[in-house]
């Protein structure tokens, strides 16, 4: 299966951020809708909550990726056949290595 029909994915702050591309993805995936549990990345951009994080040591796909760092604001993907396609503000939908993932990010975890 391919991902690469949401490589066209432009970023718009409210309208479309990493969370609605990453539901959009997931249902592509699996059926599943992510609307619910990501919807303070769907309304603002930013996670308000960290209850609900269940880190996993190794990825599997797929998985979300979490991006956190302290002065940026968290930023999400989807791990898929050894690499994370997730949508960036800058250049858009984009397939990225985990170890070349942004160096703003201190701090990346599977969930």
Known sequence: MT???FL???YE???YNCGHFVVEVWKYLTGEDLAG???DFLQTGFQKTRRDRIRIEQPESPCLVV???RRTVPHVGIYWEGRMIHLNA???ARW???DMLPSQYTQHYFK
Do not use: M, W
């Open 96 to 98: 990225e290595h985990l």
């Open 37 to 39: 549990a990501c919807k």
């Open 13 to 15: 702050f409210n309208k």
């Open 8 to 10: 066209d994915r432009r």
């Open 3 to 5: 991902l690469d029909h």
């Open 90 to 92: 800058l250049v858009g």
């Open 67 to 69: 991006l956190t760092s």
